[in-house]
């Protein structure tokens, strides 16, 4: 397996010191950026593409519109881009009135269904062995719960033939959510199927981290918004790392496919990502997770 980092400029100067070692980065897909770092490292795009309107098409979630289609094809072409994601992800605010009825099977299969028709239209474009999607987890109220259901997220996987790309993180928080046992919610995802896994930790977005956003000038709206709960895109806690080391077992063990690459999601660009992205965690923690990744 492979390990990729999200792209930030400490951890490219991290790696250009040779103080951290990756396979490649993980770049949102802004055509400068892919342009600028792919001429100096292996990079690979991670698109923002959203189901779950059950139109037949998807969502670019950086412009709430219609995706670009010949955008995301050049971006392929030009990359180490294996995949075409797709978050498995409709908003609460597109379905008044849902979100309150988390495990009513006729609401189930209505996700369930607009998911399908939406995931299944890349699949025909692409082809089902270059679309992988991925589950979520609620961000406060954000997205449905009926869709991050692990029975949802399987029968979307089997009925369209993609991959499963698997976020540990967004697991443990879904589970947290729906109130199951996380190792119990995550053995019951299409795990046969994975194609790419994401690793981060996860943290209380309180105290210090509260303090260095209001430092820096973010919007009190949005530290509003999270402050006391439960984030992930955050460094690895004590308790992240046994997650990851149980995930790992299973890919060896057989339980779980096993997928191309993992990657690590803590940081990243632009002004709220670069101010949680520090080089004594990277320089700490990438080494370790390579490691482990490496290992099988």
């Known amino acids: 397996m492979k390990l990729a980092l999200n792209i930030s ?70 990359t180490a881009t294996r995949h075409v994601n797709v978050h498995l992800s409709p908003r609460s605010a597109d379905f008044p009135g849902l979100a309150h009825d988390v495990a009513d099977p006729a609401l189930l299969e209505q996700v369930a269904a607009k998911l399908i028709k939406d995931v299944a239209s890349v699949v025909q474009r692409f082809g089902p062995d270059k679309v992988i999607a991925e589950s979520i987890y609620s961000l406060d109220g954000t997205y449905l719960p009926q869709a991050f259901w692990p029975e949802v997220i399987k029968r979307v996987i089997e009925e369209t033939g993609c991959g499963f790309l698997f976020d ?12 199951i046992p996380p190792k119990e919610y995550i053995g019951r995802l299409p795990l046969n199927r994975l ?80 101010l949680m992205t520090e080089a004594p965690i990277l320089e700490t923690q990438i080494p370790r997770m390579l490691e482990m990744v490496r290992s099988y």
């Open 168 to 179: 540990l993180a967004h697991a443990r928080l879904a589970a947290r959510f729906l109130g």
């Open 195 to 274: 194609c790419e896994m994401h690793v981060t930790g996860i943290q209380m977005f309180d105290g210090a981290l509260v303090e260095r956003c209001r430092q820096a000038g973010v919007a009190p709206d949005f530290i509003g918004r999270f402050e006391g709960r439960l984030l992930d895109h955050l460094p690895m806690t004590d308790e992240d790392w046994p997650f990851l080391t149980w995930a790992v077992e299973q890919i060896r063990q057989g339980a779980w496919a096993k997928p191309w690459m993992v990657a690590c999601e803590y940081g990243g660009m632009g002004s709220w990502w670069e």
């Open 9 to 78: 400029l400490n951890a490219e100067q991290l790696w250009r010191e040779k103080r951290i070692e990756l396979d490649l980065f993980k770049c949102p897909a802004w055509p400068d950026l892919v342009t600028r770092a792919g001429s100096e490292w292996p990079v690979y795009v991670h698109f923002p593409l959203s189901a779950g309107l059950g139109k037949g098409d998807l969502i670019d979630t950086e412009t709430r519109q219609p995706v670009d289609w010949t955008r995301i094809e050049s971006l392929l072409a030009q």
